[in-house]
């Protein structure tokens, strides 16, 4: 099982962003899967989930909103649009399953908010 994330980078408050997760060695769509994201000093959250169809999804408050997490079971990608982002979602963010069983963390992919 690999977890490639990329699409990060430093942008400013309010900008826009969004991050992929290309999944490979399992059988992609028929998992929940979620986004997660560990800021310095801090434990890892999750930030977002989304059922293996794509129809139902959650996010935490802080980011209720603001971010959209969707899926493509084709390419196995999945995706978070980062909208009108803040300083204090600065962190490291990866992608795993979203049950308590998960695969092993891929390297995430870095999204820095400041000005």
């Known amino acids: 099982v690999l977890f490639v994330e990329s699409g990060g980078g430093l942008v400013q408050p309010g900008a826009s962003v969004r991050i992929s997760c290309s999944a490979s060695?399992?059988?992609?769509?028929?998992?929940?899967m979620a986004w997660y994201r560990q800021a310095p000093g801090q434990v890892r959250e999750l930030v977002a989930s989304?059922?293996?169809?794509?129809?139902?999804?959650t996010y935490i408050d802080a980011v209720k909103g603001r971010f959209i997490i969707s899926r493509d079971n084709a390419k196995k990608i999945l995706f978070l649009q980062m909208n009108s982002l803040k300083p204090e979602d600065t962190a490291v963010y990866y992608c795993?399953?979203?049950?308590?069983?998960?695969?092993?963390w891929g390297q995430g992919t870095q999204v820095t908010v400041s000005a």
């Open positions: 795993n399953r979203a049950s308590a069983v998960k695969y092993l």
């Open positions: 060695g399992f059988s992609f769509g028929t998992y929940d």
């Open positions: 989304i059922s293996r169809t794509g129809v139902s999804t």
